[in-house]
């Protein structure tokens, strides 16, 4: 039996006259996360990319798996490929499907008929299956409103497939049909969420790490570049910077009143990642953050935060409660690496009674008390080491 796999691309269907780049960059997309697994042909059709293994050593699992987790595909499925006859149809129907068939207590068939020399109607095609399945599985039901497994069959041009359940895919955008943005990257459980959830819209990645040894490990750094690759799984490559940040942190430290290190810390990480997102070709920076989750993420915080950035600031998460939040961490499987105990930059220096409801003057007026600031950013810039995240 030759097996192919279906790709149903949801709302890309309706980008009218811009829908066919928005294919090909979802095709593009598709090729490289299979690239390690063997050669494939890509052929669109109406709303549905049909993927073909070219060999027949190709794992089918491996690749249907790797497929679930790109972005732009709404749902897929493995499908049969079979002459376009009757006999031949069911036959295939019944061995391809018969495992599922045997678990299932109810079952319904569809069909699609795109080739109208086709001798039967849709209908008449799933009487027709439906009534040759029954006889051969007998403990199997019609339910039409809520069944175990759909059977679809579908008559193209060339040949016919047949199919069960469709699996659902990642939705969303294409990624890198959004432009280009930075994500500034923890190792906390919000941020990975943040760069998931912005990925998904079609944006492409870069991120920025702001490490701070000796008061961060080295494993605090291996532990964001798991993270990484977690959501890269999604996102494809992520170019990650790791920003230096000790002295900057030490000067807010020995030079600014201690309920705004935090806010001024948050400010010069706005300041330091745009300008690497500049140099990215990036168009915006995104955050985790979420109103009043904690003392910096204030109204009154993020306003004095935003004031650092002279690019948009995406924060995905900003009206979702935590519990939300680590839902979304657990399906794409950073939550049990974010909680591992290790912590990153944002927790060193900690203020006892941090400002909640800080002023920008007072703020601006506290961050000038930092001597050779832009120096400092511009050592850290400097500093920042690239790493390719797959």
């Not at 149903?8 to 928005?22: P, T, V």
């Not at 109607?121 to 403990?139: A, W």
């Not at 989750?293 to 979702?320: K, Y």
């Not at 912590?343 to 008390?369: G, N, W, Y």
Request: hydrophobic share 40%; net charge neutral; glycine share 6%.
């Amino acid at each position: 039996m030759k097996e192919i796999i279906l790709i149903k691309n949801g709302e890309l269907a309706l980008k009218g006259m811009n829908r066919n780049s928005f294919e090909d960059k979802l095709i593009k997309n598709m090729k490289h996360r299979l690239s390690s697994m063997g050669a494939f042909e890509f052929t669109k059709s109406q709303s549905t990319i049909m993927v073909d293994p070219l060999s027949d050593d190709i794992d089918l699992d491996d690749a249907t798996e790797a497929l679930s987790k790109v972005f732009g595909i709404a749902a897929l499925s493995r499908a049969c490929v079979c002459e376009k006859d009757l006999d031949d149809i069911k036959s295939t129907a019944r061995d391809y499907l018969q495992e599922q068939l045997e678990e299932a207590k109810t079952f319904k068939v569809e069909a699609k008929r795109s080739d109208k020399k086709f001798p039967l109607k849709s209908p008449e095609i799933c009487r027709e299956v439906g009534g040759f399945l029954l006889s051969k599985f007998n403990h199997l039901k019609v339910d039409v409103h809520n069944p175990d497994i759909i059977v679809t069959v579908e008559v193209r041009d060339k040949y016919a497939f047949v199919r069960g359940n469709n699996i659902k895919g990642a939705g969303g955008m294409p990624t890198g049909t959004g432009g280009r943005a930075a994500i500034l990257i923890s190792g906390g459980i919000d941020s990975p969420v943040a760069a998931y959830m912005m990925a998904k819209r079609g944006i492409e990645l870069c991120a920025v790490h702001f490490a701070s040894p000796p008061y961060t490990s080295e494993l605090a750094e291996l532990k964001v570049m798991e993270l990484l690759k977690e959501v890269a799984q999604y996102a494809g490559v992520i170019t990650t910077y790791v920003v230096p940040f000790t002295k900057l942190q030490e000067a807010i430290r020995d030079c600014c009143p201690e309920e705004y290190f935090t806010i001024i810390m948050r400010r010069i990480m706005m300041q330091i990642s745009e300008i690497i997102a500049r140099s990215q070709n990036c168009a915006a920076l995104i955050t985790g953050e979420s109103v009043g989750q904690v003392a910096s993420q204030t109204m009154h915080a993020l306003a004095c935060t935003d004031c650092a950035a002279n690019m948009p600031v995406f924060r995905p998460c900003i009206g979702m409660d935590k519990d939300e939040i680590v839902a979304i961490s657990r399906k794409i499987g950073t939550f049990e690496t974010s909680i591992q105990p290790y912590e990153d930059c944002c927790t060193v220096f900690t203020p006892k009674h941090p400002k909640t409801r800080p002023q920008i003057d007072d703020v601006i007026k506290a961050q000038q008390k930092i001597e050779n600031l832009d120096a400092l950013i511009n050592e850290a810039v400097d500093g920042a080491r690239k790493v390719i995240i797959r």
